[in-house]
């Protein structure tokens, strides 16, 4: 049964504000300019109440009007609603008030943000008649759309970076997919699916899905909003790698403002990226509106390495607009960070969740979050998915024979 | 010897189709500018109204991003692959 709701209208150019049909279209062919999804806000107004989101079960979907897909969703129902953490632990190491941890590490099915867009793309994708979906990934997206295309009975191709984290390469592989290894940067992996996806009449939820794919995002931002309790926060940290989900987030907090679903105030949002591969947040800070892409990245932060951010552009505008502001902290900071968010909220993150606190503590350092402000941590990805950059650094087992002694002895012992 | 031109599937209606064109000249401008005589149309979609690359385009020279050499100045020789290539989202 479809059911046929009419709330999305069409694609847009972001750029120039030429209209395009509900297709697998992505770039305006006049101006290059990205599409975007295109809303009947008035209708959408006359459904979508606080009520009516309260009565829905516990997952991404209880925003459905907001997401483009026309039917119901049929991939990825479980998906989104993950816990906000009140982080009291976290919030006086970080001397602040009110911390919260949006705690991404736990969505469903693939511990990350990523299976947000995939459920929203791959139904999206069955809508438009496709059979075989296709990712280009720097690992987490991989692993969403080979667990989820796999739920849903499709056939699925991820191209990622060769030389990825063991995790996240088993993490796509188990699910029988056909990983695709490039010997290269993402941007060169990006660039090759660019062009399959100009050849094969196949899915590519980041190429020509790329306008519903990036939608689904939004869904965090709406959640933050209502586990505040229908309000705003004064900051929000949002790690950045193509630069996607920050936007998102600003929208979906427009959004919200525009439906009357949430009171409009200063709500200050904050981008991250590592230091080894950081080019939104170097023109950001040099008040650039080019970003110059980074050729080849050197982090541990292999999730948000990506030197030619798609969305790079907006997302400094949105960072100016809102008055936020953009931090690139060290490797070894981000080891800190993951450490210092797994000792305090027993939240164990990828790198990318290490970036984030990390600078969120640069961020407080240089006074622009303050002690009394309210504050979101966007944690985007489980810990256990990149191991190898925390390996080495949590000290090791004791290890002991098993005789009481031999504890008692560990025990007094000062190491 | 010209160059090989890869188009992206957005601009194949003006190549008639074609995803592989030729063009010839000693710079990345030149090349545009051979375009746009074969292709009309061509290269107002990949510059914007002061003759830069919009900001959407990415344009590669043999693999190597041409904003990493010297832009629309970036030398071509005979053989070279340039491949024009809309940004794509992250992943």
Partial sequence: ???????????????????????????????FGPLEVDYDYDLIKTVLTRDK?????????????????????????????????????LAKRLGLR??????????????????????????????????IVACASTGNLANSVAANAASGGLKSYVFIPADLETGKVLGSLVYGTNVIGIRGTYDAVNRLCSEIAGKYGWAFVNVNIRPYYAEGSKSLGYEIVEQLGWRLPDHVVVPMAGGSLITKIHKSFKEFVKLGLVDERE????????????????AMKI?????????????????????????????I??????????????????????????????????????????????????????????????????????????????GEARVIGPHLREFLALLDRKD | MPVNVRIPTPLRKLTKDKDIVQ??????????????????????????????????VNVYLN?????????????????????????????
């Fill in chain 1, 98 to 131: 009110e911390v919260w941890v949006k705690n991404d590490t736990v969505n469903y099915p693939t511990l990350s943000f990523k299976d947000r867009v995939v459920s929203v793309a791959l139904s999206r994708a069955r809508e438009l008649g496709f059979e």
């Fill in chain 2, 63 to 91: 693999d190597e991003d041409i904003r990493f050499a010297q832009g629309k100045g970036t030398p071509v020789k005979d053989g070279d692959e340039i491949s024009v290539i809309p940004a794509i989202a992250g992943g």
């Fill in chain 1, 317 to 394: 505008q949105t960072m100016r607009q809102t008055g936020g502001w953009a931090e690139n902290p060290d490797d070894t900071e981000v080891v800190a960070g993951i450490r210092l968010l797994a000792e305090t909220e027993g939240i164990f993150a990828e790198t990318a969740g290490g970036v984030t606190v990390a600078a969120t503590k640069r961020l407080v350092e240089d006074g622009r979050i303050k002690s009394n402000e309210s504050l979101v941590l966007c944690i985007t990805g489980h810990g256990l998915k990149t191991q190898e950059a925390v390996a080495n650094k949590c």
């Fill in chain 1, 287 to 315: 008040g650039a509106d080019i970003i110059k892409p980074v050729s080849k990245p050197q982090t541990i932060v292999k999730s948000l390495a990506i030197g030619n951010p798609a969305d790079g552009f907006y997302s």
């Fill in chain 1, 53 to 89: 989101i309260q009565s829905r079960p516990t997952n991404m979907w209880r925003y459905r009007e907001l997401l483009p897909i026309e039917g119901e969703p049929t991939i990825g129902f479980q998906v989104g609603f993950t816990p906000l953490v009140k982080a009291d632990r």
């Fill in chain 1, 267 to 282: 709500c200050r949002i904050h981008g991250a990226q590592a230091e080894g591969c950081a080019p939104i947040v170097n």
């Fill in chain 1, 1 to 31: 049964m479809k059911v046929k709701h009419g709330f999305f209208t069409s694609l847009k150019c972001r750029e120039c504000g030429r209209h395009y049909p509900k297709e697998a279209l992505h770039v305006c062919e006049f101006c």
């Fill in chain 2, 23 to 56: 063009a010839s000249g000693a710079t990345i401008q030149d090349i545009i500018d051979s375009l746009e005589k074969e292709y009309p149309g061509l290269k107002e979609r990949i510059c914007d109204e002061r003759g830069e690359l919009r900001r959407f």
